[in-house]
Every structure is written in structure tokens, then in C-alpha cells.
Nanobody, 126 residues
Framework: QVHLVESGGGSVQAGGSLRLSCAAS????????MGWFRQAPGKEREFVAA????????YYAESVKGRFTISKDNSKNTVYLQMNSLQPGDTAFYYC???????????????????WGQGTQVTVSF
């Protein structure tokens, strides 16, 4: 089992920044990739960014490319999401996810991830 805990959410004004952290514990040696998804009220959960832990391959949703940066610290089993130039449209609950199965991994598909954190709220106001 892998346990994920997100932190760093909060409320900011448009144009501001936040950094989310996702700390993994348990079978961390089995994790192939980690990702961030978000879900706004009344909307589907959507992909934000992902990173593979060994090769460091990175994926972004078009809507956040150039504003968000995903990074990792393997020594701390932690993945970060630096969010700059935040917009009200970024308001959502942000979830961290982990995938163990390289052979079937699709970074942008929520179904590809076996483990999920509880999420953290990000609110961006005008």
C-alpha cells in the first residue's frame, strides 16, 4: 500500500502563487509515477501534471503549461506542484495520485493511478 498526503493548499488572489506538496509513505519503492489532478465543483476530475520518479518524464495539461511546475525529491518521497500566475479558473480541490504499473501507465488518465490522497483545496479570487 502507498499512502499519500497533500499539503500547501489555501486561498490566494489572482496572479498569486502556491506550492503543493505530496508526501508518499508505505511501499514507495513500488511507485512508478505521481501526478496531480483537480476537481472543481460540478466538474469532472481533470489532469494537471505528472512526473515519473526514475526518468523524470514530465507531463502537463495545456491549461497549466508555463504556469505550473511539477518536481520531485526522491530522497523525501515527495512531489511538488509549484503554481504561479494563478487564476480563478484554477480553483479546485487538488489531488495527488501514484501509479505502480509502468506497463499500463497513461499520465493523463485518472484510472491509471492506483493510489490517491485526500486532496487539498486551492481557491483563487479576483
Amino acid at each position: 500500500q502507498v499512502h499519500l498526503v497533500e499539503s500547501g493548499g489555501g486561498s490566494v488572489q489572482a496572479g498569486g502563487s502556491l506550492r503543493l506538496s505530496c508526501a508518499a509513505s508505505g511501499r514507495t519503492f513500488s511507485i512508478y509515477a505521481m501526478g496531480w489532478f483537480r476537481q472543481a465543483p460540478g466538474k469532472e476530475r481533470e489532469f494537471v501534471a505528472a512526473i515519473t520518479l526514475n526518468a523524470g518524464e514530465i507531463y502537463y495539461a495545456e491549461s497549466v503549461k508555463g504556469r505550473f511546475t511539477i518536481s520531485k525529491d526522491n530522497s523525501k518521497n515527495t512531489v511538488y506542484l509549484q503554481m504561479n500566475s494563478l487564476q480563478p479558473g484554477d480553483t479546485a480541490f487538488y489531488y495527488c495520485a501514484a501509479d505502480e504499473t509502468k506497463s499500463s501507465y497513461h499520465a493523463r488518465l485518472a484510472a491509471s493511478y492506483e493510489y490517491w490522497g485526500q486532496g487539498t483545496q486551492v481557491t483563487v479570487s479576483f
